[in-house]
C-alpha cells in the first residue's frame, strides 16, 4: 500500500458516512476483508477462546501442580521428622490450596498478562515470594495455634524454598505453552496513526511474543505511512466507527495514541467502549519524560501524574554498587573455568592477545577501557584516534533519521570460535573485571564510543548519570529491528525508572537470552 493509498483509503472510508451515513463499503464483510489471513484466522476462534480465560487459569493450574510438588519433595526429604506426609498434614494442605489460590489473586499474579503487553515471568517474582512467604508461615502458625508439633520448622522452611524455585519455573513452562496457542493472541487497533501511533504498531509487530495483533489503525487524518510498516495494515475508518470495529473484528485491546479528535468526542468514545470486554491502554502526553516509576495520586478525586526525582540517592548508589562488587566476585569466581576454556579456545584458533580493549564513556562521561574477548583473528588495541567509523542511517526511521548513527568499523575476519561468542554474548564476560574495579555496573545503559556522544540529542545525556552496564533494559529487551535512537531512548527510560527490583528482574532475564542465543542483535551497536 503506498502512501497516497494509505491517505486516501481513510477518505474512501469517512467521506460517504459522512455524507450518507451509511455505506456499502462500512458492512462487516469489507472490514474483515480488509485485514491480512492471520487476522481473519483468529476470527474464527470461539467465544471463550481468550487470553483472559486461557492464561489464569493455566497459571493457576501451575501454581497448585508447584506447591504439590514442593509439597511432596518436602515429604520425601523430612519423612517422619517433618510429617508433612501424615493423612491429617495432607488434607490441611490440600484443604489450604483454595486459599494460596486466593493470596495468589490478590498479588495481582493472574491478572498482569491481561493488562500489560510484555509481562513475564520474572515479573512475578516478588509476588511468589510473597504468595510462598505468606502461605509458609500461616501453615507454621496455623498448626503452633492447634497445639501439633508438626510441621517442624526445617520442613517448613525446605518447603518455601522449594515452592520459590519451583512456582517460576512452572509459570514459564505454562505461558511458553500458551503463547503457541490461538487464544493468546490479541486483536489490537490503535487509534491515531501519526508517527506515535506508527511507532507503537511498529514497536509491538517487532515483538510477537506479546501476543498483539495489530488489526488496523483507527484515524480521520493520518500522516504518511512509515516505510518499515507492512502493507496490509489498513486504515479502519475514523473514530465514530470505533465500537463498530472492536465488535465486528473481534478487538480485545485497544491503544490510544495522540490524535487530532476532540478530547470530548474520545472521551464519548471510550466510555461506549467500556461495555465491551476490551483492554485499553492510553500513551500519555509527555511520554517522553515518563518512566516504569510514575506513580499516579489523587487530590479530590483527580488523578495526579507523579514524576519521582532522576536522580538516585547516594545510599542507593552505594547498595547497587555493593551489588555489582559481590555479584562480580561471585560470577568471577563461578564461571573461571569458563574462562580458562575460552582463553584457550581463542588463542588455539589464532595468534594475539586474549582480551582486546575498547575505550568507551562511564559514568558522568569519563572514559574508561573496557575487556572483551577476542573474536577476530588478528585484533590488538588501537587508539581511538584511528578507529574507523561509518555512518549509518536506516531508511524509514522517524524524525530523528537525519542524525544517524554512528558505529565503530571492525573490518577483521572473525573466527567461527568468535562468531559463537558473539551470537550468545559471552565475548561480553571479561567486562565482570570492569565491574569490580567500579568502571562499570551489571545493569546499566550500554556504554558507547566517545564519538558517539557528540550525536547525542540533549536528553539522552541522562543515561551518564549512571554506571554502563553489561547488561540492561535495551540489551533484554531490543529487538533485531530495534533502531539506535530507540535502543538510546530505552537507556534513558532505564535510567529514570531505575530500581533494584528492575535491575533483579534484568539480570534473572539475561540468562534465558544468552541460552536462547538472541543477544547478539540486540547488545551490539
Excluded at 518447603?159 to 486483536?187: E, S, V
Excluded at 479502519?236 to 470495529?245: A, H, K, M, T
Excluded at 588501537?382 to 524509514?396: F, H, M, N, T
Excluded at 555496573?441 to 566517545?450: A, D, K, Q
Amino acid at each position: 500500500m503506498s502512501s497516497v493509498t494509505w491517505i486516501n483509503s481513510v477518505r474512501a472510508r469517512t467521506e460517504p458516512e459522512l455524507e450518507q451515513g451509511t455505506g456499502p463499503h462500512y458492512g462487516a464483510g469489507n472490514l474483515i476483508a480488509a485485514t491480512d489471513e492471520h487476522t481473519r484466522n483468529l476470527l474464527t476462534r470461539g467465544r471463550l477462546e481468550r487470553r483472559s480465560r486461557l492464561v489464569p487459569r493455566s497459571l493457576l493450574a501451575a501454581d497448585l501442580l508447584g506447591l504439590s510438588v514442593a509439597y511432596v519433595l518436602t515429604t520425601f526429604m523430612w519423612g517422619d521428622a517433618g510429617a508433612f506426609g501424615s493423612f491429617h498434614e495432607i488434607l490441611v494442605f490440600l484443604g489450604t490450596l483454595p486459599c494460596w489460590a486466593i493470596v495468589a489473586r490478590l498479588q495481582g499474579l493472574y491478572r498482569n498478562d491481561q493488562e500489560r503487553a510484555a509481562h513475564s515471568t520474572t515479573d512475578d517474582i516478588v509476588g511468589v515470594f510473597h504468595l510462598v512467604t505468606i502461605g509458609a508461615w500461616v501453615l507454621l502458625v496455623a498448626t503452633r495455634v492447634g497445639g501439633r508439633p508438626n510441621p517442624s520448622i526445617y520442613a517448613v522452611i525446605t518447603f518455601w524454598f522449594l515452592a520459590i524455585a519451583i512456582l517460576p519455573l512452572g509459570r514459564k513452562i505454562a505461558r511458553r505453552a500458551c503463547k503457541r496457542a490461538h487464544a493468546y493472541q490479541q486483536n489490537t487497533v490503535i487509534v491515531g496513526a501519526g508517527e506515535v501511533g506508527q511507532l507503537i504498531a511498529r514497536k509491538l509487530l517487532m515483538h510477537p511474543e506479546y501476543g498483539l495483533n495489530v488489526v488496523g489503525f483507527i484515524d480521520r487524518d493520518p500522516k504518511t505511512r512509515r516505510a518499515d510498516l507492512p502493507e496490509h495494515l489498513a486504515i479502519l475508518g475514523g473514530p465514530e466507527r470505533l465500537p463498530e470495529i472492536v465488535k465486528c473484528l473481534d478487538v480485545e485491546r485497544v491503544v490510544i495514541a495522540f490524535s487530532n479528535e476532540p478530547v470530548s468526542e474520545l472521551l464519548s468514545l471510550l466510555r461506549q467502549l467500556r461495555a465491551f470486554p476490551v483492554q485499553i491502554d492510553l500513551v500519555p502526553r509527555l511520554f517522553e519524560l515518563a518512566c516504569p516509576r510514575l506513580t499516579v495520586h489523587a487530590v479530590e478525586g483527580l488523578p495526579l501524574l507523579g514524576l519521582p526525582p532522576n536522580r538516585a540517592s547516594r545510599s542507593a548508589r552505594s547498595l547497587k554498587r555493593l551489588v555489582d562488587a559481590i555479584g562480580a566476585s561471585i560470577a568471577l569466581i563461578v564461571l573461571l573455568p569458563a574462562f580458562a576454556y575460552i582463553a584457550l579456545r581463542i588463542r588455539l584458533d589464532s595468534d594475539g592477545p586474549v582480551f582486546v580493549r575498547r575505550t568507551r564513556l562511564g559514568t558522568n562521561m569519563k572514559e574508561f577501557t573496557a575487556l572483551e574477548f577476542r573474536t577476530t583473528k588478528t585484533r590488538t588495541h588501537e587508539p581511538l584516534g584511528q578507529a574507523k567509523i561509518v555512518r549509518l542511517v536506516s531508511a524509514g526511521t522517524d524524525a530523528n533519521e537525519n542524525r544517524g548513527v554512528y558505529k565503530l568499523k571492525r573490518p577483521d575476519s572473525v573466527t567461527a570460535f568468535g562468531a559463537k561468542l558473539r551470537r550468545t554474548g559471552l565475548d561480553e564476560l571479561p567486562k565482570l573485571i570492569n565491574v569490580l574495579k567500579g568502571d562499570m555496573s551489571l545493569v546499566g545503559p550500554r556504554p558507547c564510543i566517545p564519538c558517539e556522544a557528540q550525536n547525542f540529542g540533549p536528553h539522552h545525556l541522562e543515561r551518564f548519570s549512571m554506571p554502563q552496564g553489561i547488561t540492561g533494559l535495551r540489551q533484554v529487551t531490543a529487538n533485531a529491528k530495534c533502531t539506535y535512537d530507540e535502543g538510546l531512548d530505552m537507556d534513558v527510560a532505564y535510567v529514570r525508572g531505575w530500581s533494584l527490583g528492575l535491575d533483579l528482574r534484568l539480570l534473572l532475564r539475561t540468562p534465558l537470552l544468552i541460552l536462547g542465543r538472541r543477544t547478539s542483535a540486540a547488545w551490539r551497536w
